[in-house]
C-alpha cells in the first residue's frame, strides 16, 4: 500500500512543506546505490532517547494504581460506568495498554525521522552531522510519499506530538500513539516521521529497508557548512557518477557573504 500521509491522529504538515533528513554521507551513498530507505527499529532509536515508543509516565502511573482495587473501582466507575471494572481480564487488558505492553512497538515499528522547516537547522547539523562527512537530504512531504515504491505493510507519514511525559496521558485509542508521541524536550526536532508498522515481526530486529526512487526523493543534498569545499566537489562527482543529477552543494550556514539581491520581475 502507499504511505498514508493524511493519517486522523497524527497526520503530515502539508505535501509542499520542506523536510530534510541529517545523515552522514555513507548513509547518503547507501541510500543511492541500493535504492532502498533504511528505517530503524524504535528499540535502536532508544540509545538516544530511552522512551521512543513508550507511553508517559503518567499512563504508568496510572497503570501502578490500578493494581488496588478501591482505586480501580472506583477509576472504571467513574471513566467507564457501563463496564464490568474490577473483572480480572478487564483489568488487566487495560493496564497492559497503559504500560505499553500489548504490542511491542519497538520492535513492529520502524521510522525515518525528518525536519520539517524551510531552511536548515543549525542545531541539528550539530546534532547528527557535524563533521565533514555529514550531509542534509532536502525533500517535500509530497515527494517523500511518492517515492516510497508500494509495499503490504503500512505505512504513514506524521507529525511528532511533543509533550511533558511527567504530566500529560497518551490516549490509548490508537496502539500507534507512543510511536508517535515524544518529551517536549525534543520539540525543536520539529520531526515528520515516515513509519513502517510489521506487527507479524518476530523477535528483536535493527532495521528495515524499503524500496524508493531516490530521484523522486531528493531536491538537493547539502553538504555540511563545516566541510572543506573539496568535499562538497567531491560529493557531487561521486552522485554524478553514480547516475543522479540532482543538485549538490554546500550549506550556507557558515557563509557571511552577502548574497545578489533578488529583484522581483
Not at 551513498?29 to 509516565?57: H, I, Q
Not at 504508568?60 to 490500578?66: C, D, E
Not at 513492529?108 to 524551510?118: D, M
Request: glycine share 4%.
Amino acid at each position: 500500500m502507499p504511505v498514508d500521509p493524511n493519517h486522523a491522529t497524527f497526520p503530515a504538515p502539508s505535501g509542499d512543506t520542506t523536510i530534510w533528513r541529517y545523515s552522514s554521507l555513507p548513509k547518503l551513498l547507501s541510500l543511492l546505490v541500493t535504492k532502498e530507505l533504511f528505517l530503524p527499529s524504535l528499540r535502536c532509536l532508544r540509545r538516544d532517547d530511552p522512551f521512543e515508543g513508550t507511553p508517559t509516565l503518567m499512563n504508568r502511573r496510572l497503570a501502578a494504581a490500578l493494581a488496588d482495587d478501591t482505586f480501580a473501582e472506583n477509576y472504571f466507575r467513574s471513566n467507564y460506568p457501563n463496564t464490568k471494572s474490577l473483572n480480572p481480564g478487564f483489568r488487566d487488558h487495560f493496564i497492559t495498554l497503559l504500560e505499553g505492553n500489548l504490542v511491542s512497538l519497538a520492535d513492529t515499528c520502524f521510522v525515518s525521522c525528518w525536519h520539517a522547516r524551510r531552511q536548515e537547522s543549525a542545531a541539528l547539523w550539530k546534532l547528527y552531522a557535524e563533521t565533514q562527512a555529514g550531509v542534509a537530504i532536502k525533500s517535500s512531504v509530497s515527494s517523500l510519499c511518492e517515492a516510497i515504491l508500494k509495499t503490504d505493510l503500512t505505512m504513514i507519514l506524521g507529525s511528532v506530538r511533543y509533550c511533558d511525559f511527567d504530566s500529560t496521558y497518551t490516549e490509548m485509542g490508537n496502539t500507534l500513539n507512543a510511536a508517535f508521541t515524544k518529551r517536549d524536550s525534543y520539540e525543536h526536532e520539529h520531526e515528520v516521521r515516515l513509519l513502517l508498522w510489521d506487527y507479524d515481526v518476530k523477535g528483536e530486529s535493527i532495521g528495515r529497508t524499503i524500496a524508493c526512487n531516490p530521484s523522486t526523493m531528493i531536491e538537493e543534498v547539502v553538504v555540511s557548512p563545516y566541510s572543506e569545499d573539496w568535499m562538497v566537489s567531491t560529493v557531487s562527482e561521486v552522485v554524478r557518477r553514480i547516475g543522479f543529477e540532482f543538485p549538490v552543494r554546500k550549506s550556507r550556514l557558515m557563509d557571511t557573504s552577502i548574497p545578489p539581491q533578488i529583484v522581483p520581475a
